[in-house]
Each structure stands twice: as C-alpha cells, then as structure tokens.
C-alpha cells in the first residue's frame, strides 16, 4: 500500500476562497482523522470517521469547516470561506482502530492564506 | 481527561550522545501510551507503543522507552544519538475508547 495519501502537497491561497484538502486512507483502515499542526496550537485533532461515519467533530473550529467521507477511500476537508488564521499544516491519518494498533500519517498539506 | 506533558520543547545532544526526552502523562485509567517522531516536512511516523504487558518497550532506530506507573513517565531514550535522529518527537497518551492526545512536542537536534 503506498500510504495516507493527501493532495495537495501546498496550496496558497487568498483569504476568502475556499479550499478543499484531500485525502486517501490506507485501504482495510476504519478511522480517519483530520490533524491540524501550528507553532502555537501543536498538533489538533479537528475530526475523525469511524466506517466514513463522522464520530466526534469537536475540535473543528468553526462552521467555516466541513468534513465529509463519502466512501471508504476518500475524505475531504474543506474551509469555506478561508482565513490567515488558517494557515497551518493539516494532517490525514488513518488506522485499523483508534488504539492498539498504529495510526499512519499522511505527508499532509501545507495551507497558507494570504 | 487525560494530558500528557513533554519537558523541554528543545534538547541539544551530540552525536554518538545518549538521547533522554522526557515525557509525563496524567490518567485517571490505565493509558496507553506512544512515542511518534515527525522529521522536516514529512507526517508523524510510530516509533514505539506501550499498552500492557513489558514496561520497557523497544521501537524503530534504537530508541526504548519504559512506562513508570509509580512516576506517571514514560520517557524515550536512546544510548548513542545519530544525525539522523534529528527530528520532532511526540509523546501520545490515550485510553481505552479515547482519542489521542498529543505532547507539545520536542524538538531534538544532533550536533556533529
């Protein structure tokens, strides 16, 4: 399996657009978790999916975010409209289960609003 | 609620020096518990999990870490530093139905 696979690797876009970050799990993996990464913050998790089902979106900031997982390969995360704010690497990962077994991580997306 | 605190955000170690990143936990059950490192530009990758059994557990590179219930630590280490080791280091605490909950990080740097 060639691993997390989120796209795009960067992006810069100006404040009020909207973006859509992307990501593949690892094929047979149940959980998917959106991380969000900043100097200040560290590392957040914004959201993770059980059977593309959204289990616990409390740490989404704000209506400006949205999450969905249509199938089992696929998930986006999209900021609609964006903010300097929100700039920040965002993460993908996925795993078998929440515990015991390891969670893989994406190369993630580098997100810059201007 | 469970935490996890990291001791120094930054350690400074020579090459071929012994690597000790420090880090405590807090749960009110018996946590499981990981160290992930994430090198330049690139996503966190495991390097060593505890959940029961041995205290002392071995992961990727060399590094080991052991849990001490008594001291709520679960420290890394690592006997002889390579340049390669530079790098960002987490330390995870969870429990039985949690979410991860990350470390603030500690960022190790490998002097020649």
């Known amino acids: 399996d060639a691993g997390v696979i989120q796209s795009p690797r960067h992006e810069v876009t100006e404040m009020g657009q909207e973006v859509t970050l992307r990501c593949k799990p690892i094929?047979?993996?149940?959980?998917l978790f959106w991380y969000r990464q900043t100097m200040m913050r560290g590392l957040e998790l914004l959201i993770y999916f059980n059977n593309n089902v959204p289990i616990d979106d409390s740490g989404m900031p704000e209506d400006r975010f949205s999450a969905k997982m249509p199938n089992a390969s696929f998930s986006t995360l999209k900021i609609q409209p964006s903010e300097p704010r929100d700039s920040a690497v965002y993460f993908c990962a996925s795993s078998r289960d929440r515990l015991n077994t390891e969670a893989f991580f994406g190369q993630g997306t580098r997100l810059t609003v201007v | 609620a469970q935490s996890v605190t990291q001791l120094g955000s930054h350690v400074s170690v020579s090459e071929g020096a012994l690597v000790l990143l420090r880090c405590n936990y807090s749960?009110?059950?018996?946590?499981?518990l990981f160290w992930y490192v994430q090198y330049p530009n690139q996503g966190l990758q495991l390097l060593l999990k505890y959940t029961t059994g041995a205290t002392l557990v071995k992961g990727i590179n060399g590094f080991e870490a052991e849990f001490k219930k008594s001291e709520t630590s679960f420290h890394l280490t690592k006997p002889s530093a390579h340049m390669s080791d530079a790098a960002e280091y987490f330390c995870v605490v969870t429990i039985q139905g949690g979410k991860l909950i990350f470390g603030q990080g500690t960022e190790l740097s490998v002097k020649p």
């Open positions: 094929s047979g993996h149940d959980y």
């Open positions: 749960s009110s059950v018996p946590p499981y």
